[in-house]
């Protein structure tokens, strides 16, 4: 089993800046995926950044140049560096971890970006 506990969310004005962090524990092999989703009100959740274990990253258009995904390996934790953050990016943010087929989530982060 793997547990996420996520950190970093809160209330920033447009334009500004917000960094989280994912950090799981439990039973962790070297080849994973660890990724950020976010679920705004009334609409489905969405990737937001993904990393592989190989370094190699994935964004959605909507938040390219914006965000940049990270990762410590030895720390197995993930970041996502939110900048130049507009009203539309809040949401909730869910950490997700991927390996060996199994999924696990976080408890998620309220990030609310005001105008």
């Known amino acids: 089993q793997v547990e996420l506990v996520e950190s970093g969310g809160g209330l920033v004005q447009a334009g500004g800046s917000l960094r989280l962090a994912c950090a799981a524990s439990?039973?962790?092999?070297?080849?994973?995926?660890m990724a950020w989703y976010r679920q705004a009100p009334e609409k489905q959740r969405e990737l937001v950044a993904m990393?592989?274990?190989?370094?190699?990253?994935t964004y959605a258009d909507s938040i390219q140049g914006r965000f940049a995904i990270s990762r410590d390996v030895a720390k197995n934790t993930v970041y996502l560096q939110m900048n130049s953050l507009r009203p539309e990016d809040t949401a909730v943010y869910y950490c997700?971890?991927?390996?060996?087929?199994?999924?696990?989530w976080g408890q998620g982060t309220q990030v609310t970006v005001s105008s």
């Open positions: 997700y971890f991927q390996q060996f087929r199994q999924q696990y």
């Open positions: 439990g039973i962790i092999f070297g080849f994973n995926t």
């Open positions: 990393i592989a274990s190989s370094g190699a990253t």
